[in-house]
């Protein structure tokens, strides 16, 4: 997580960024999700894609993951709102660009972005200069998780209804919280009105992952521990649905990677496909 008193973005958000441009530039269309705003926001030095974690061979898998996970929560968002719900809360935002990629649907909702504090300083002042403004429905939500704040009392602050239905999602979060901080988010969630969804990525254990996955999590783990940002909490799917439904989520889900890679990639004829070892819990109010 970011440092809630430097303005920058996390270098793990930056990275996520990056690798949806790169997506972009380097992979044949059709392009499961087209994103170089967040390129723009983050604003790298002119030599960004020869950085040893932009190798567009050695990451495809990763950025194929992360490309395949944005889709699903954007697809996912898509049929809430036609099912009437009206707010989406993104947990540890990062360089989350829905709102600005996407306004047609963003502006049905009312949309909450959380980070911390210097994260969302930051975006505020890119956003403003870049010229995308910050519109009526999208609340950039600072929360300092590192002092407990209560994000659920700073959303309601920003004029989130807690009685409404909502979409909330956490995706690239997990594997920086404790267990026991996730589960709380957990037991949070489940007191949002009936109804709302839940859809949180989680990082598998290395015995999980396919044999030609288990270096990319490995060089994963290393960067992230460079970074001062260590990986500290892996989850099998049985142990996600049992936190979720110990919680108090009675309808809780696990969606593999595998099925994610399926539903987005299985007609290509590039061979680009996700890698093993991200799956996401849905889990229903």
């Not at 889900?253 to 991200?278: I, N, W």
């Amino acid at each position: 997580m970011a440092d809630g008193q430097s303005e920058v973005p996390d270098s793990t958000a930056v990275r996520t960024a990056l690798w949806r441009a790169m997506h972009v530039q380097v992979d044949s269309p059709p392009h499961v999700l087209e994103d170089e705003i967040g390129l723009r926001l983050a604003a790298p030095d002119k030599d960004w894609r020869r950085r040893h974690d932009m190798d567009p061979h050695a990451t495809s898998g990763l950025r194929a993951a992360i490309v395949a996970r944005s889709r699903y929560i954007e697809d996912l968002i898509a049929k809430q709102a036609d099912c009437g719900v009206t707010q989406y809360v993104i947990l540890g935002a990062g360089l989350d660009t829905f709102a600005q990629r996407r306004p047609e649907l963003a502006s049905r909702l009312r949309v909450f972005e959380v980070d911390q504090p210097g994260a969302q300083a930051w975006k505020r002042h890119r956003l403003l200069e870049l010229g995308y403004g910050i519109p009526d429905w999208l609340h950039l939500v600072p929360v300092d998780f590192e002092a407990s704040e209560d994000w659920l009392k700073e959303l309601a602050t920003a004029g989130f209804d807690a009685g409404r239905p909502a979409v909330i999602v956490s995706t690239g979060v997990t594997m920086y919280l404790t267990k026991d901080a996730t589960a709380a988010t957990l037991r949070q969630i489940t007191g949002l009105a009936p109804g709302s969804t839940l859809a949180m990525t989680f990082l598998l254990p290395a015995e999980l992952l396919d044999d030609a996955d288990r270096p990319g999590l490995r060089a994963s783990k290393e960067g992230a521990q460079a970074s001062g940002t260590p990986f500290i909490s892996f989850y099998t799917p049985h142990e996600m649905l049992a936190l979720a439904r110990e919680a108090g989520f009675t309808d809780a889900r696990h969606l593999s990677g595998a099925a994610l890679a399926h539903r987005y990639f299985a007609d290509r004829t590039d061979r680009l496909r996700p890698s093993s070892g991200e799956d996401l819990l849905l889990a229903t109010t």
